[in-house]
């Protein structure tokens, strides 16, 4: 059975949170390096990149994009996203070097497995503040541009900061009123999506479930809830897709969220893979249950 490897995960994360470090528009050369870095990695891994850009504070930036081909001849593509930016500040490991890790392992593993459908990977450039929630956010320039060509997106899914998990009782905290119907020990991942994709999410959910042990906690809220919106499905939202959010829940059970110290020692890097290979085993059930 071909599977992500630990030492994979590992070395996309000290590659962009460790060698490269701190990647955004304030350290331009550090954002192109991360950029030229997934790119290679894709290109080696035998995809064609294309890259979607415009400029940002005066600087060129990128989403980048794969597409790996289903056999069906329906157009319909399930679409797996992360963003490369770290925020002002911070090196970036978990937020979101894990996320950029498990997209290019998902994508290196779907190279030898054919799916039904059609997905496609893409790394998102600017979640971060200042941009996140305006019009120059990567995401948010990639869905209005794919609701203007009518891409035929089934629905999108957002890894954001999904490396770090815990043990001990009392290690994961909430938005309020939610603590009193989830588990205090942040040991799970957890999948998240407004009422709209609530199906997406159940079917996801399903797919999770019936292919890995790994713990998993879901919910469906409206976006106003803390925390539900804040990654690039968001985006997708406000062009009319279906798409979630899968996280460790960031500032919720990652102490070091958005500081110096989200560095690439502090990820728990055997539940990561563990969770990244139930990922993979969800999308080869999705995209061969869905044509």
């Not at 911070?90 to 490991?93: D, E, K, L, Q, V």
């Not at 089934?154 to 899914?157: N, Q, T, Y």
């Given at each position: 059975m071909n599977e992500i490897s630990i030492q994979r995960l590992r070395t996309h994360v000290y590659e962009l949170a460790g060698k490269i470090g701190e990647h955004n528009v304030f350290h331009p050369a550090a954002l192109h390096a991360a950029e030229a870095y997934i790119t290679q990695e894709w290109r080696q891994q035998?995809?064609?990149v294309r890259k979607q850009t415009y400029t940002a504070h005066g600087i060129e930036c990128a989403n980048l994009e794969i597409t790996r081909a289903g056999n069906s001849p329906n157009?319909?593509?399930?679409l797996v996203g992360a963003h490369y930016d770290s925020v002002f500040g911070?090196?970036?490991?978990n937020d979101n070097g894990s996320g950029v890790a498990a997209l290019l392992e998902l994508s290196r593993l779907f190279h030898d497995v054919a799916p039904e459908t059609n997905?496609?990977?893409v790394a998102f450039v600017n979640e971060e503040p200042p941009f996140f929630f305006w019009p120059s956010m990567g995401s948010m320039v990639y869905a209005k541009a794919a609701r203007q060509r009518g891409d035929p997106i089934?629905?999108?899914?957002s890894l954001e900061t999904v490396g770090y998990y815990r043990n001990q009782p009392g290690s994961q905290t909430y938005p309020p009123l939610l603590k009193h119907f989830y588990p205090d020990t942040g040991n799970f991942i957890a999948f998240v999506s407004n009422l709209r994709s609530r199906h997406i999410l159940r079917d996801c959910v399903q797919a999770f479930s019936s292919a890995t042990d790994f713990p998993v906690q879901s919910i469906a809220a409206p976006a106003i809830v803390p925390g539900v919106s804040l990654s690039d499905q968001l985006s997708f939202w406000r062009h009319g897709y279906k798409a979630l959010m899968i996280t460790d829940t960031a500032f919720y059970r990652y102490p070091y969220y958005h500081t110096a110290q989200d560095t690439p020692d502090k990820l728990d890097y055997e539940p990561f893979t563990e969770m990244t290979n139930g990922l993979f085993l969800m999308l080869c059930r999705l995209v061969n249950a869905m044509h």
């Open positions: 035998g995809y064609d157009t319909d593509v399930i911070s090196p970036g490991a997905l496609r990977f089934r629905f999108m899914i």
